[in-house]
């Protein structure tokens, strides 16, 4: 594969075919061989137009890319995809299904019209790249809020944008990683920060601070929105959260939550979900790392709240 590569009119298939069949029998040792191959395959990448098209799939349910595409140049050293604009969050309008935006890592925000079909760059006009966040106003679809260079961006009409917040909010240099909006008043907006849990009354015009810490996700109850959870990372371990008065007040609930310390481990990351059919069930998602294995650190449930 090495040969070929190197030769004057590589045919690109079979360079990848060679290269696939003799680590399928060899031990894959980095060399400058290896390094230039994948710097060889950028290259490709970057220099074709065609997009990925859906592969077979080993499972009975069918998935095909539907993009964003745009070139991330910070992710394709280490990606299996840098065609692709490496997608951080997409939330639906609700007020209407077919409007999508989506966050990327470092491609900015993007927005589709028919439920992810095709997709534009919303956020060309503003020098930034990694959105994390993204709430779309319930009542209308074109005011949205994301993250983006340390605070957060409001815009009416997904093409204008400002910067939203006080002095006290815009001064911190925040990384933002969940934006949410009370499902019964557009005006009250919670903000998951590093710099702690931020709520707003008047639509990001203003910000207090709940509490300090890094916070990473926000979720309502299905059916009371006075009852809200959140998760914050503590050290080396992620901790649950309840609110019970629409986010004035938080309780830590800890029996069955996960706890590296036993195993002297780490488990820093929590994505939680809530269940609209049971609406007092609550799945977790924790990744971690416990016994010298990191990943998946387990799936935790819980039946009331």
Known sequence: WVQLMYSDSPDEGEVINAYTNYYKKNELVKNKHTQYYKRWLRNISRLSDAKPTSQISKSSNQWECVGPWDFDKDAASSSYAPGAAHVY?????????????????????WKSTDKGNSWNLITSNLELNSVYAIE????????????????????????????????????????????KMCPDNNQILFVASDEGLFKSIDAGVNFITVMTGNFLEIEFHPVSTDTMYFVKQAGDSTVFYRSDDGGNTLFNFTNGWPNPNIFNGEQKRTEIAVSPSEPDKIVALATGSANGGSGLYGIYISDNK
């Open 89 to 109: 969050t997409v939330e639906q309008a609700l007020s209407n299904p077919n409007i999508l935006y989506a966050g990327t890592a470092t491609a900015g925000a």
């Open 136 to 179: 779309i106003d319930h009542n209308n679809p074109d005011i949205i809020y994301i993250s983006g260079n340390g605070g957060i961006y409001k815009s009416f009409d997904g093409i204008n944008w400002v910067v939203i917040g006080d002095a006290a909010f815009t001064n911190l240099s925040h990384s933002i990683k969940d934006i």
